[in-house]
Every structure is written in C-alpha cells, then in structure tokens.
C-alpha cells in the first residue's frame, strides 16, 4: 500500500492547484532574467529610457504575480500537507487497534509511536515539499538551462559541464544516505521504546534504586542516536558546500568565457548578465533539489516503515451482529507457541471443559502457560493446534463482536485511562446506569469510591478493584481474572471473590492465580507446569496425586494447617 497516493486521493484537485500555481510562478521566476536583457540591451546600452520604462513594467507585473502564485501555492500545500498528515495519523491510529496480537509483538509500541510521530511528519513535510518546491525546482533549473542556451550556445557548455559533477554527487549521496537513514530510524525506535519502559515502570526504578542504570542505558541509546543522526546527516551536509562549489566554479567560468566574447563582439552585455543570473536561479534550484533528495531519503524510509503497519495482518473483521453465547468452555488438545517467541510451545496438548456458571481455578508456577489461556480464550492468537470452544461453537467460526460480548478479561496489570471513575467504569458498558455501575462497584468491595465524577488516580489494589467492576458491567456470560485480586489483601479478596459467587445470573468464572486460598474456592482446580496440564480436581484430590500443586499448597497453607 503506498500510503502517499492513497491519503492524497481526496486532495487531488487542491495538489492540481498547487501544481499549476507553482509553475506559473517558475515561469515568472524565468522570464525575469531575459526582461532584465531587454532592459539592459535595448533600453540602457542605447539610452532609450521608454524601453527601459516598458519592460520595466512588464517586469514589475510578471514578479507581481508570481508573489501572488507564491501566496496560492504556500496555503494550499499548508491546507493539503497538513490535512493529509491529519488522515494517515488517524489511518494508523484505526489500523494499530485493529492489528493482531502478532503484528503488534512484531512492531513493539517504542516503534509504532515512532512511526505515528516522527514518520508520518516526515511524509508531511515530504507533501508540502512537492508541492511548494519539488515541482519549482526541476521547472526553474530545465528553463533556466533552457533559457541561457537560447541566450548564448557557446556559454552553456559551462552549464553542462556543472550539471554532469552535480547530479553525480546527488546520486552518490541518495545512494550513501537511504541505509543510514534506515539505521536512524530503528535507532530513534529503540530510544523510544527506552523512554516508554522506564514511563511505564517509573515506580518500580525507584523502588529498586536502579535510576542511575537506567541513566546510562538511556545514555547509550542517546549517544547511539547521536552518532547515527550525524553520520546519515554528514553526506548530505558535505553535498551541499559541493555543490555551491562547483556551480559557483561555472558562474566563474561563464564570466570568463563572457568577457571573451564580449570583447570579440560575439555577445551583448545584457545577455552575459542574464546568463549570470541564471546561473544564480541553476545553483538555487540545484540547492533546492539537494534538500528534495534528502527528504525523499527520509520519506522513502519513513514511507516502507508506515507501510510495514497499513500491511500488517489484523484481527478478523466482520459486520455480523454479534450472537449470545452459553458460557461453556472446551479446550481440546489445545498447542500454542508465540509467534515471537523462542518456539517452544507456551501451552502443550492442554485439554479441560467447564460448564455453564462453573468455576475453575487454574494454579500453577510462573510460566507454566496461565496467562496464555486467558489470550486464547479471547482469540488474541490463533492456536497451533487442537481447537477452542464457546457455546460449543470454535472460536475460528466466531465473530470477534461475539467474542468480546461472550468473554470478559480482567487482567492482572490493571491499567485504567485518565479521567473519572464513571468514565472508566463505562468503558466496559456504555450504557450502564447509575445503579448498574454502584452495584458494580458494591460487587468488587469498591466501598471507597463515593463520588463516581473523581478522578481515576487510585493505589493498585484500588485499580484491581474498579477493573473488575468494569468487567461486571459487560455482563459477559464468562468472566476471566488473570490474577486480578493480586494487589489485595486476604480478607478483600475473600469478600469479592464472595461476591462473585452470589451474582445471578452467575458467570462462567476462570480464575488464574497464585493463592491455593483462591484455587480452593472453584468448583475445580487444573494445575499447570511447563505448558502441561499436570492435574485437575479437587482441593483434597490434588494433594494427593498432584506434585506441584501439593508443593504450592506446602509453601502457603502448609504451615498453618500443621500448626
């Protein structure tokens, strides 16, 4: 997908525009030269001041009116540039919430604010670059050229002799510049995604001390930066004096072979002036090229980079109305490794069913693959093997609007958005009521939320608590806690977890966790280790035939029992 045609398509008609008003005004730019001869050879040279009056106003009118063409393309390249930037923005933003759990792994979120920011106001400026400048450039410099031989064949070898020494050293620096202004970008990557960790875990660095390793990690990537901005900067800041160099050497030689001729009486004074003047718009067309190139280097690389994500694979979309489901669940050798993963398998051969408004606590030690079966729950990624069910329907053959009604996640990280209690408690239901939302809360033992319109800014035991009442308003007809009571203690957890228990029309509840005290609450216990499903029961059956969870139980509830 070229992300530049597809976002210009609406402003076509203002580009035409702003194509025409820049040639227009090239056109004015070149006509003032040759007026400047006529001013020069007919009027002044001979002393006739009427022709020094008429095509000094002719020129004051061309250069009028190629201020006012200069004026049109400015605004119309300011209003489509920045209206284009405005759309791609808002096409990224829809495609990254639609990406599959792979392709946002694959892309990482350092990356994709990146390419949101820096990228897409390099295709910016790339739009109003064209239209202001990457059309004015070519024009000028092929008509100035075109102009000046016109003027005087033999002077305009020197202008050929220039252009072959400049368009060399444009190619060499295009051909130099593109991969190191790759390496730029995945170096301004890495910076970001740095920034973005340490935001996130700010507490956490304090709380261990680490700011001063953070610092220099930080420090590195910056440093690394630097570096790599300077060198993809150096060629092209070493083209430009080169180029001036070697159009200023011509002017020199234009002069020269001029004065020659001038004497021989081979050519009018006039016209070596207007030579030398094109000369002067040559180099400032040149020059203007130069910074076409480097934007195009930038933009080329910008433009792969924000095509990477327009192409990334999404989520399956669908316009079906969404359908209730029952709240069944059924994994039947079920295998998944992570697309981005080392390949080794996260969950193995894992099979286990749960009835409509049954329970199941699933235990094990870190990662034996608990988490995973939360996200393959919700369809976030597509199993290796074996199959899923809901409703006694595959989750391959479900839309996702079905799914996201049928299944509910409260993760262990709660994470809620600025703004108020109430707005964040919508999130889950748009619709919820008043009352809806204080049961809710009454539910997941909320008890100090007294004003829903306060602002969001909670402990994280506070947080656990509004995203599981979050999750309630959905009312889905199976509700996952992905070790969403972590943060509380024994006494608040045991009350919601109570509370969970006695809603009606009660949930099908999957309970990832840690605590043997909460596992013993469900109607059942899988136990999982490595991947595997080392174990499912009872409380009493498992600590008799399940190593594991009969180590886990020992280490918290062991010592209690026993005393």
């Not at 199993?383 to 079905?402: A, Q, R």
Request: hydrophobic share 45%.
């Amino acid at each position: 997908m070229d992300p530049i045609r597809t976002h210009l398509r609406p402003y076509r008609w203002q580009f035409l525009a702003a194509v025409l008003c820049v040639a227009a005004e090239s056109v004015c730019d070149l006509l003032g030269p040759t007026l400047m001869a006529h001013i020069i050879n007919q009027g002044i040279e001979v002393g006739s001041l009427p022709e020094v009056y008429h095509w000094g106003k002719l020129m004051l009118l061309v250069v009028a009116c190629g201020a006012l063409f200069a004026i049109g393309r400015n605004s119309i390249a300011g209003i489509v540039s920045q209206g284009f930037g405005a759309d791609l923005r808002h096409t990224l933003f829809s495609k990254i919430l639609h990406l599959s759990m792979a392709s946002s792994d694959h892309l990482e979120s350092g990356s994709l604010i990146t390419r949101m920011g820096n990228d897409v106001t390099q295709l910016t400026h790339a739009v109003n670059g064209t239209m202001r400048i990457f059309i004015k450039a070519p024009v000028t410099c092929i008509g100035s050229i075109v102009l000046a031989t016109m003027l005087s064949p033999r002077l305009s070898i020197a202008i050929y002799g220039v252009l072959i020494i400049v368009f060399l050293i444009l190619f060499l620096t295009m051909k130099l510049s593109y991969p190191l202004f790759r390496t730029l970008q995945k170096a301004m990557d890495t910076l970001n995604t740095r920034i973005e960790e340490f935001l996130l875990g700010v507490s956490l660095v304090k709380a261990l001390g680490t700011e001063k390793y953070e610092e220099r990690k930080f420090a590195e990537d910056n440093d690394r930066l630097m570096k790599q901005s300077i060198r993809s900067q150096m060629l092209v800041t070493l083209a430009t004096p080169l180029i001036t160099f070697t159009v200023s050497l011509g002017t020199a030689g234009v002069l020269l072979i001029g004065n020659k001729l001038f004497t021989l009486s081979s050519i009018d004074i006039g016209n070596v002036s207007a030579f030398t003047v094109y000369m002067a718009q040559i180099l400032s067309s040149i020059l203007m090229l130069t910074n076409i190139f480097n934007i195009l280097i930038r933009t080329k690389a910008s433009k792969e980079r924000i095509s990477e994500v327009l192409e990334a694979k999404e989520e399956k979309q669908d316009g079906e109305e969404w359908q209730t489901l029952p709240g069944t669940i059924s994994f039947s050798d079920v295998t998944f490794s992570y697309p981005e993963g080392s390949g080794v398998p996260a969950l193995s051969h894992v099979s286990f069913s749960l009835e409509e408004g049954g329970s199941l606590a699933i235990i094990g030690p870190t990662g034996s693959g608990k988490s995973t079966i939360a996200w393959l729950l919700l369809h976030l990624y597509p199993v290796d093997s074996g199959e899923i069910t809901i409703g006694g329907e595959s989750l391959e053959s479900l839309s996702n609007d079905t799914l996201r009604h049928a299944v509910t996640l409260v993760p262990q990280q709660a994470s809620l958005f600025s703004g108020t209690i109430r707005e964040n408690l919508l999130w889950g239901n748009r619709d919820a009521s008043e009352e809806e939302m204080k049961e809710a809360l009454r539910v997941a033992s909320a008890d100090f939320v007294t004003d829903l319109d306060e602002p969001a800014t909670l402990s994280g035991g506070q947080k656990q608590r509004i995203a599981i009442a979050r999750a309630l308003l959905r009312k889905a007809p199976i509700l996952v806690l992905d070790d969403a009571t972590s943060a509380l203690d024994a006494v608040t957890e045991a009350k919601v977890r109570k509370a969970l228990f006695l809603l009606n029309p009660k949930p099908t509840l999957v309970m990832i966790t840690q605590r043997c005290s909460t596992a013993m609450s469900a109607d059942h216990i899988m136990v999982l280790e490595n991947g595997k499903v080392e174990g499912i029961g009872s409380n009493k059956e498992l600590l008799e035939k399940s190593e594991v969870y009969h180590a886990i139980f020992e280490s918290q509830l062991g010592g209690i029992i026993h005393g």
